[in-house]
């Protein structure tokens, strides 16, 4: 169990010196890198060694694929191919990307449409020893109108899971996104802690209006909107989940990404940094700091 940082906080093009700086003042040992906002194949040799000098480790590639479509997924499926040579090449173990969206809301016609898409990535992942994770979702960017993304039902995305058979393909868990959703995520994670490899660290609260707490951004989900927040100033309820989540045995990593706002990103991770060990030394439970 390791703390992570996620350098989807850095502007494109900025580099990931800011995200190494910030791993040694949160304590976190782990990145999470994204491509190609942080790391592209041009970049990667220069990046994981700066990473490794620094004496950390790159834990997860994520990647913005919406693998399933209507139309147009073949393009998806070539990025998330890309994503994996990738992180084979830097040395990320996992690489975390998202299920897709439809027009009609048809959950076993889109899981086999998924599946049969994530199947020749799944075999490609499982000859260099990287894990696919798929992470749960709203509707943030109002492409999904129908909510056919079965990721935000966790009922149905276990049945995917079952369905998959395939221990290369788990899950990165979003408390916060379940929230955006309309779902409990105490009850999202005893549904799918089976298949839970890696989490994302954030909190929400709901707004009445559009505008989003200073520092931090706005989210929406059909016609509901949210603010991110502080960690442990939101509804995510993560004392009880981590208490759920260490009485289940969780061992994987935790991610910060607080989604603040350029110039509120590392007052951001502090707080939510220390926020965290906070629960974990109430718990009990060995910090995942250094």
């Given amino acids: 169990m390791s703390l992570a940082i996620t350098g989807i906080e850095l502007a494109e093009g900025e ?24 790391v592209t194949p041009g970049t990667a040799a220069e990046i994981a060694a700066a990473v490794q000098g620094a004496g950390l480790t790159i834990g997860c590639l994520s990647v913005g694929v919406v693998l399933y479509r209507d139309e147009g997924a073949e393009l998806q499926q070539a990025r998330l191919f890309d994503t994996i040579d990738l992180a084979h090449t830097t040395g990320a173990g996992r690489v975390s990307s998202f299920f897709g969206f439809s027009k009609k809301k048809e959950d076993e016609r889109t899981i086999a449409g998924y599946l049969s898409l994530i199947a020749p990535c799944l075999e490609k992942s499982a000859s260099l020893g990287i ?73 929400v609260v709901p707004l009445d209006t559009e505008t989003p707490l200073p520092g931090y951004r706005l989210f929406q989900d059909h016609g509901r909107f949210f603010s991110t927040c502080p960690l442990g100033q939101g509804v995510v309820p993560w004392p009880e989940l981590l208490a759920a989540l260490r009485s289940g045995g969780y061992v994987g990593d935790f991610c910060l990404e607080p989604h603040a706002t350029q110039e509120n990103r590392n007052a951001a991770w502090l707080a939510a940094a220390a926020q965290f060990r906070d629960w974990l030394t109430d718990l009990d439970w060995q910090a995942p700091m250094t």
């Avoid at 990721?151 to 393909?169: I, K, M, W």
Wanted: aromatic residues 10%; charged residues 20%.
């Fill in 15 to 38: 580099g990931i010196a800011p995200l190494i700086s910030m791993a040694g003042e949160t304590g976190a040992s782990v990145l999470e890198l994204w491509f190609p906002n942080n």
């Fill in 131 to 203: 894990t696919l994770s798929l992470e749960n979702e709203f509707d943030a960017f109002n492409w999904d109108p129908a909510g056919s993304d079965v990721t935000r039902r966790p009922e149905v995305l276990l049945r995917l899971f079952g369905q998959a058979g395939n221990d290369r393909l788990g899950m990165t868990f979003d408390a916060a996104n379940f929230v955006c959703a309309g779902i409990d995520p105490l009850r999202a994670w005893h549904t799918l802690h089976d298949h839970v490899g890696y989490i994302h660290v954030k909190d």
